[in-house]
């Protein structure tokens, strides 16, 4: 596609239920990797993905967060048994190669999350 | 552990006036980006920086990368409406994984 794009932009759960979010990355890039940012506040890293292996998932808040991505393509983060402090915009970003040098990120807009 | 610091967290400014902001770490970072977000939006790069000393100007922004590669700043001039968003560094280094990691932000609000 021509951007990053999320679904859901917006989703509202329960405590306790489990959710998934997902992002489909701009088409060929190899780099895919997730943030979550609370409101007003800076982008906190979770993962991410090189291809379809992530090689360090300590980023992760808990065990109930897991991700994965299959095809070198989509990615799905799944939160289960939802808490309140769960509660923040997920950014899915991607880039065509891993690693830093010239390399540009593109970030989708963002699932935001409500946990009641 | 917040690897990237910046200041001030908030600025509210008039229209026309000049700003900074700092971005600080006691890393060393191989390269350092700077990226604007507009509510309810992504960050956007705005530039890269990769050389200790380096500077770049975007039209009315100029951004310097620390000598020892520590510490950026963004600088605007004639700050406009539009320039009001979340200003975040991002840096990113071989002990980082090659993954950037954000700093805290700066919400900038410019008044008309």
């Known amino acids: 596609g021509a951007g990053v794009s999320q679904s859901p932009s917006n989703k509202v759960t329960e405590k306790g239920k489990d959710v998934e979010l997902r992002c489909d990355p701009i088409?060929?890039?190899?780099?895919l990797y997730w943030y979550r940012q609370s409101l007003g506040q800076g982008l906190e890293f979770l993962i991410y993905?090189?291809?379809?292996?992530?090689?360090?998932k300590s980023g992760l808040p808990s065990d109930r967060f897991s991700a994965e991505r299959t095809g070198g393509s989509v990615s799905t983060l799944t939160i289960q048994r939802t808490q309140q402090e769960d509660s923040a915009v997920y950014l899915c970003?991607?880039?065509?190669?891993?690693?830093?040098?010239?390399?540009?990120?593109?970030f989708g807009e963002g699932s935001w999350l409500t946990v009641v | 552990t917040q690897l990237l610091e910046q200041s001030p967290q908030f600025l509210s400014i008039q229209e026309g006036e000049n700003l900074t902001v700092y971005c600080n770490s006691s890393?060393?970072?191989?390269?350092l980006q700077w990226y604007r977000q507009e509510p309810g939006e992504g960050p956007v790069l705005l530039v890269t920086?990769?050389?200790?000393?380096e500077v770049k100007k975007l039209k009315r922004l100029t951004f310097q990368f620390g000598d020892a590669r520590k510490d950026s700043s963004l600088h605007i001039t004639a700050a406009q409406t539009g320039d009001t968003g979340l200003y975040l560094c991002?840096?990113?280094?071989?002990?980082?994984?090659?993954?950037?990691?954000f700093g805290t932000g700066t919400s900038l609000t410019v008044i008309p």
């Open positions: 088409s060929g890039h190899t780099a």
């Open positions: 993905f090189q291809g379809n292996s992530a090689p360090d």
């Open positions: 920086v990769v050389t200790g000393g």
């Open positions: 991002a840096g990113a280094s071989w002990n980082t994984g090659n993954q950037f990691y």
């Open positions: 890393s060393v970072f191989s390269s």
């Open positions: 970003a991607s880039s065509l190669l891993l690693g830093y040098s010239g390399n540009t990120i593109y």
